[in-house]
């Protein structure tokens, strides 16, 4: 039966993608809320009714002592009989029956998929930023974000329609209750409301802010935390661990010491609600005596105003802590906002199509770009491979370089000037057919802790288990692959490489890297020092793979090691973001400049050798 409310409503309904998610709160929930529109209507209406069963109970608890004052037993009976089991009957039946159904659709409907709807819409919202985006910020802290804001939303909402909805229904009951036994009972209950309702504004006003920077201070400690997780090895190369145990622990004790000063506000609370609570008992009971005793009240209204009083005394303190908890639930939802509410900067025009590779020509026109600084990058670099060419890039670091790649993929929006390929503005075709249709290893090729079939089967999801070994064979990568166990005893291609594959030696990341790009067989191959990790030997063993790859494809390969790069058709020599050199491995060298120099600095049996190859 549960699996009904569970159910009712799909976490991951189709939606379309909004890029400029809203900035405010309450728009944001009420966006992320409108499959939930009708199960809120109904969750609401039970509450209500629920708070109005338990006014009623005490009520009808205050008539049975006035009926049992009535007479003898027998008579009573013969009088009430049949209305006392009725009653009877709708506590053990009926009563159930409707708190069932409100905590179902709270604990089932509600609580689950609320938070579930968040955490996937937020997750395909962020996956969508630029790498630009990803690159300045923390991972630990995007992805601690991306999982307590989720169960904050749950909680704020479930605290509205368990508790809010409840109390102020059950606070209206209770003053008509007592407006009906006498009037003169709702004035101790108004002057305690008005009170309660003072300290009610002065604790949320507070705990928001306060929470929302525990908040904040939890994410810097998760970021810290991950960040050093992350470069273990680092941490271990150089002995730092006490350094890093320092620099978090400034991140921890800020943590400590903004959850310490919400922490004083329950303090003060709890003191003021026990203060308020006994000014409520003393008036509603003492008034409600005070009037028995002069005969204006029953022994039944003493008594239901008695129940009352006492159960508002249980009341406040679970409401005020709904109330606290819901609007520190709401300040971890405004810190989360802060990642999962960020528009889209980098995004495919309204009217993109498809890019269509027919030659692989790539066109760079008036090419600048400097990251926003004015300084680095590229300056107006202008160039055209031709379909087929295969380029190579060289200069030192922070020429330019990787920028050029990173604009071609891209990964940032160009500042001036434009990229063509085959006559198509790649500002204008949609990101994924431009990615689709570019073949990338990087000198650093982190995997996903994943299998290694998984791993491959990410450049080309469709691919056979034949079409998964041949490309592993060419990138000399089966072998090794078969001999590969994991932990937890999965083999081969079912093996789980570790987070970026760190269960692998750097040669053996590579040739899988190789491999997913051979997979894929994309018209453009960009190769950013795709042999840099691999030994001489299996480098060697590899070029014919690596000649087989660039057959029929525009290339571009970046390589420090000028050697791999020496027999491509060109050679790009970048510096202060210019090209300041064009021509053949040759030409380069007969012209005595930078790239000969570089050439000159090469050490091995690079510079006989390939001399000699010209």
Known sequence: MLGFFERLVDPYVAHADDDTPPQRLWPFLKLYSEPFRKVFAVAALLSVVVASIEIGLIWYMGRVVDILSQGQPAEVWARYGAELILAAAFILVLRPAIQFLDV??????????????????????????????????FAGRLANRIM??????????????????????????????????????????????????????????????ASKAASDARSAVTGRVVDAYTNIHSVKLFAQQRRELDYARASIETARQTFAAEMRLYTVMDVCLVFLNGLLIVGVVGWAVALWMTGAASVGVVAAATALALRLNAMTGWIMWALSSFFRNLGVVVEGMETIAQPIALTDKPDAAPLAVTRGEITFDALSHHYGRGMGGLDSLSVTIRPGEKVGLVGRSGAGKSTLVKLLLRFYDVEKG??????????????DSLRGAIGMVQQDSSLLHRSIRENLLYARPDASEEQIVAAARQAQAHDFILDLQDSDGRKGYDAHVGERGVKLSGGQRQRIALARVILKDAPILVLDEATSALDSEVEAAIQDTLAGMMDGKTVIAIAHRLSTIARLDRILVLDGGRIVEDGTHAELLARGGMYARFWDRQSGGFIGTEVAAQ
């Open 418 to 431: 434009r990229i063509l390929i085959d006559g198509q503005d790649i500002a204008g075709v949609t990101q």
């Open 104 to 137: 179902a659709i709270l604990n089932n409907t509600i609580l689950p998929n609320f938070g579930t709807l968040i955490r996937w819409r937020a997750h395909g919202h962020v996956l969508r930023q630029s790498v630009g985006w990803f690159e300045n910020d």
């Open 148 to 209: 307590q804001t989720p169960p904050a939303a749950g909680e704020a909402v479930f605290q509205v329609f368990d508790a809010i909805t409840f109390a102020l229904a059950y606070l209206i009951g209770a003053a008509v209750l007592l407006w009906g036994a006498d009037v003169r009972l709702v004035l101790p209950l108004l002057v305690w409301f008005a009170l309660y309702g003072v300290l009610v504004r002065w604790v949320i006003t507070r705990i928001g802010p």
